[in-house]
């Protein structure tokens, strides 16, 4: 008799027990499949290159700025040598349109004797076989990140006029912009004549 009047009971704690275990694995499920959709977004918009302006800013003491100071080792010295404190500015940015990041670093130096009437001249690097290769020649201005891609990289439009399109290895210039003169030539020869005296 005792048998058949508790039966119900241990049915019902019997399917309680199994409805709580059941939610308790499908809540853990849910939460993991959420966490692992949000790091798969996060991983995703990382990838896309930042539209706009490159910003430098200086970052003294990083193992970015130890690098910018070596590929710029005789600019540096030459402001140096003319008893001037040269400004190092930095920017690092992934300009790939693909899933492949392809990061640029842009370094520009701040002096009287670096800079003309038009500012001062930023060039751009990218690491190839684990050495820092030139791909952006000293251009004078701002430089935008463009929408518009070529052969898997962002266009960079500087000082609004002038845009630069990637052919695979390099920058390059294709829209020349009517007030600039040349900032690189000026300056080179500015310190010929500097070295003259």
Not at 7 to 19: E, G, N, Q
Not at 129 to 143: E, F, P, R, S, Y
Request: some cysteine; charged content about 20%; hydrophobic content about 35%.
């Amino acid at each position: 008799m005792k048998h058949h009047r508790y039966a119900p009971y241990s049915k019902f704690f019997h399917y309680l027990v199994m409805f709580l275990v059941s939610g308790f694995i499908f809540s853990a499920s849910a939460q993991a499949v959420t966490h692992h959709h949000k790091k798969k977004t996060s991983t995703q918009h990382a990838q896309k290159a930042p539209l706009g302006k490159v910003k430098l800013t200086s970052q003294p003491g990083t193992a970015l700025e130890n690098t910018a100071r070596l590929l710029n080792q005789s600019d540096m010295n030459f402001a140096i040598q003319r008893n001037e404190q040269p400004l190092l500015l930095i920017g690092s940015l992934n300009l790939s349109s693909t899933k492949k990041p392809k990061t640029i670093l842009f370094t520009q130096i701040q002096t009287a004797s670096l800079c003309g009437s038009g500012g001062c001249s930023t060039t751009g690097y990218i690491k190839r076989n684990n050495q820092w290769v030139k791909v952006l020649d000293a251009v004078t201005g701002d430089i935008t990140v463009e929408k518009a891609t070529h052969k898997g990289m962002h266009d960079l439009s500087v000082s609004a006029s002038d845009v630069w399109r990637w052919n695979g290895k390099t920058y390059i210039e294709t829209q020349k912009g009517p007030n600039l003169k040349g900032l690189k030539q000026s300056i080179e020869k500015h310190q010929k004549s500097n070295n003259s005296l």
